[in-house]
């Protein structure tokens, strides 16, 4: 779960220069403005996908292992903490920002955590 998370917070920053970069050129091709929203859709899916595997394997487990463990709510946990959690608005933002005359970013939370439950 943690390379999960991971590679996502990653993602995102790499996508939220790529779009800064791309805000600050004055003349904006059309082209690579789609490949930015066709990798923040992508990233979107992978979030969401994830989220959704992460969840079933906990509850498999949960389910094997009887009502004492409770991997599911304790990765859950962790998951709703994590910047991943909220990738369907933080997304929508940067797509937003694709589309937004003045270039700013409107992300609300800061772009990583410092620091990640395990």
Known sequence: MLKALTFYEKTE???QKKIEQHLATET???KSRKDLEH???DLRWYAHY???AIRKIAKKYDKRCGKSKTMQADLMETLHH???ANAD???TALLESLEDSEGEL???QPLLRTELDS
């Open 50 to 52: 994830n989220k959704e």
């Open 82 to 84: 994590s910047l991943m």
């Open 28 to 30: 904006r091709m059309p």
């Open 106 to 108: 409107p992300l609300t």
């Open 89 to 91: 608005q933080r997304c």
């Open 13 to 15: 920053e790499k996508l």
């Open 39 to 41: 990798e923040v859709k």
